[in-house]
């Protein structure tokens, strides 16, 4: 069925298909909304869910934690300061391995108090353990919200699925959506490890433990984020068969005979699609490479995919205060260290707090990039798109 | 009501072989609550001495279902539990009543974690919240919680030259529960077992979220021998320091009224935390400390016979 849509309300209608045991969350822009009209249909009673309406973001996540451990599929929304203030339980969730989803509308981190897109809310907890999909566009929001349950699910990793803020959380779009009978069946049932509400069986959930265990715990808490992608390939590939929408964990644009690609997240990725044919209609080859999971980071793809290209511009929508080069870039570098010949991978970040990026601005980039190349040589430093 | 006999006869559900002090009030009270439970029971705690005396891996002391999750959090966090159980329960994936527990310290409870049970209270959940009040952060090494009562010494309102230890007066956490019109609310101490016990049946009966404040004293945060730990916690009552009394039904009720109060410094002179208060350049804060606890005693006297 084809529907108008806000991404809001595309992701709202995937929990709504999704029909999860416990939502617990807390209103914030960008993301009010999903909460806003998933508690209606609680209200109408379309879905069997206990909506419990917290009295904070970090309540929200303490939640649906709690909901977890019960042995119950929770899912929460949020954005930001909400995702901040939850930072804590996102580590507890994912030491736990519990399959919660989360959906964001990434947006900005006060000071000073902005509400529009980026992804320094995302990229702020990206040490949390959670796996990270960025979204193109809101159709990819509501495949993805669906995807993770599924994903989350079999890693029995916590996962988050970020829309950017405004830009695709308030725009209307075409979406494709599928019968719900459909998502029942491509989600399955969940099937918890264990259940605090087993009395015939009591555990002890999340002791203490001392340096003699610690380690070991976090140690096969990280295996599992390392196994994770055989899984999620698997996953996308059944949602690619069984709908016909294909959303490869790195996927390339026009990159067959370029020597020069940006790589991007989110919905920036549809702008610097139409920044690449500008750029061919002027014969220049120059491709894009969208990257979807920031967590796990793909370094088996980025290596195979990224490694032959010349020059990798990174655009990142987020400031990480004094870092050499922006998160994404860091993480591209370290992946192409061992690389011979290792590409240039100058660093950008644009779109700060909502600063509108445009296809000339990365055609603009591009034309810096096929610079570099020529002289072999890469501005080592941050360049900032867009800022006066 | 609960008898001795009967209660002796209950599964210990908090095993022997903890970690915690000789004399902890707080494991007593843990006892106390689980053996008066009327069961399935499932528990939650927040970060803090239970936890971590109770918890260690790969051992623990519970022979009931219990999850710590943070520090302050445990009521949201069993409002996520129940909201599961509920609805799990509707899908008849669970098949039988189970209730629910939360223990807090008062550090969880009176003030990290407040908003998360005035949250919880206010949304209507079925669960007992269970305040193990031994009136600081004991588990960080003493530090002054808003339960911490006015003059005592903690590591963070030092008993110094020129501040006489801690300036303010405790929070009445049971008045702010009553405020919330919740369902049910108690304060009882470990002493009075038969007061606890009860307390504990009737907060479980309730269709709702109940509180029941318990006083539990810390040899090593209040400073007296671990023996007096059941002394402290008499002689809380008897000066009327602690009052043992409910809030059920848009009621109140006085459940013990010594029969002579004794004056509150009976209570002060054993612990070390208030030794600089019997200094003689200190005798005007322990006559503030007698009028204060008389004030609101006669508080609560007075609500309990007009019901306000």
């Known amino acids: ?388 | 009501m609960a008898s001795l006999k009967e209660l002796c006869k209950e599964p210990e559900l908090f095993s022997s072989g903890h970690r915690a002090c000789a004399g902890c009030g707080e494991v007593l009270a843990v006892r106390q609550v689980l053996l008066a439970a009327i069961k399935p029971v499932v528990c939650v705690m927040p970060t803090g001495c239970l936890e971590i005396v109770s918890t260690i891996y790969p051992h623990t002391a519970w022979q009931v279902p219990m999850f710590h999750n943070a520090f302050e959090n445990a009521a949201a966090t069993i409002s996520g539990v129940e909201a599961a159980y509920k609805v799990l329960r509707k899908k008849g994936i669970i098949n039988q009543d189970i209730n629910f527990i939360a223990f807090g310290g008062d550090g969880g409870t009176y003030d990290i974690g407040f908003q998360a049970l005035s949250g919880a209270v206010e949304r209507g959940h079925r669960f007992l919240y269970v305040c193990l009040d031994n009136e600081a952060y004991m588990n960080t090494g003493i530090q002054r919680s808003s339960a911490t009562p006015f003059g005592a010494h903690t590591t963070t309102s030092p008993a110094g030259e020129k501040i006489p230890g801690k300036m303010q007066w405790r929070k009445e956490i049971v008045e702010i529960m009553i405020a919330h019109d919740i369902p049910y609310a108690a304060q009882t101490t470990i002493q009075n077992w038969n007061d606890l016990a009860n307390k504990v049946r009737k907060a479980l009966s309730i269709n709702g979220p109940s509180f029941i404040n318990i006083l539990v004293p810390c040899p090593l945060g209040w400073g007296y021998p671990s023996e007096k730990t059941i002394e402290m916690s008499r002689l809380a009552v008897e000066t009327c320091f602690w009052p043992l009394y409910e809030w059920e039904n848009g009621t109140y009720r006085l459940n013990y009224t010594p029969k002579e109060k004794k004056p509150v410094t009976e209570w002060l002179k054993g612990q070390d935390r208030f030794r600089h208060l019997f200094k003689p350049e200190n005798k005007n804060l322990l006559d503030e400390f007698q009028k204060e606890v008389d004030r609101r005693w006669e508080r609560l006297v007075r609500r309990t016979q007009t019901n306000y």
Not at chain 1, 82 to 108: K, N, Q, T
Not at chain 1, 244 to 249: A, D, E, I, Q, S
Not at chain 1, 284 to 310: A, I, S, T
């Open chain 1, 1 to 388: 069925m084809i529907v108008a849509k806000t991404g809001n309300e595309a992701m709202a209608y995937a929990m709504k298909q999704i029909n999860p045991d416990v939502v617990a969350a807390y209103p914030i822009t960008p993301s009010t909304e999903i909460v806003q009209i998933f508690s209606s249909f609680v209200a109408d009673g379309l879905v069997d869910t206990e909506y419990v309406a917290v009295e904070s973001e970090h309540s929200a996540m303490s939640a649906c934690i709690g909901a977890a451990v019960a042995g119950a599929r929770a899912m929460t929304a949020t954005a930001s300061q909400g995702l901040a203030l939850m930072h804590e339980m996102l580590f507890i969730a994912s030491g736990l391995r519990l399959p919660i989803v989360m959906c964001v509308a990434s947006r900005s981190l006060s000071s000073p108090l902005n509400i529009h897109c980026d992804h320094s809310d995302s990229v702020a907890s990206r040490d949390a353990g959670w796996i990270q999909i960025f979204c193109e566009n809101s159709q990819e929001g509501y495949d993805s919200v669906i995807q993770a349950v599924k994903i989350a699910e079999t890693c029995y990793l916590p996962v988050m699925v970020a829309i950017d803020g405004f830009i695709l959380s308030h725009c209307m779009d075409r979406i494709e959506v599928l019968e719900d009978e459909q998502v029942q069946k491509f989600i399955g049932k969940l099937k918890p490890n264990y259940s605090l509400l087993d009395v015939k069986n009591p555990i002890t959930v999340s002791p203490a433990c001392l340096p003699d265990s610690y380690f070991e715990h976090k140690r096969a808490q990280a295996q599992g984020m390392n196994d994770a992608l055989p899984i999620i390939e698997k996953v996308i590939a059944d949602f690619a068969q069984a709908f016909g929408r294909n959303y490869p964990v790195l996927e390339g644009y026009r990159t067959d005979d370029a020597e020069v690609v940006v790589l991007v997240m989110g919905s920036t990725v549809g702008t610097a699609r139409i920044a690449v044919d500008e750029m061919r209609l002027k014969g220049e080859k120059v491709g894009m490479v969208k990257l979807r999971f920031f967590r796990p980071l793909v370094y088996q793809r980025m290596k195979e995919r990224l490694g032959r290209f010349k020059v990798v511009g990174v655009l990142d929508r987020v400031e990480s205060v004094n870092s050499y080069v922006s998160p994404l870039a860091t993480e591209v570098r370290a992946c192409l260290y061992d690389v011979n010949p290792c590409p240039l991978v100058p660093s950008y970040v644009y779109g700060l707090g909502g600063r509108e990026i445009t296809p000339d601005d990365i055609m603009a980039v591009f034309d810096e990039l096929l610079a570099m190349n020529k002289k072999g040589k890469m501005k080592d430093e941050v360049t900032y798109v867009g800022v006066r």
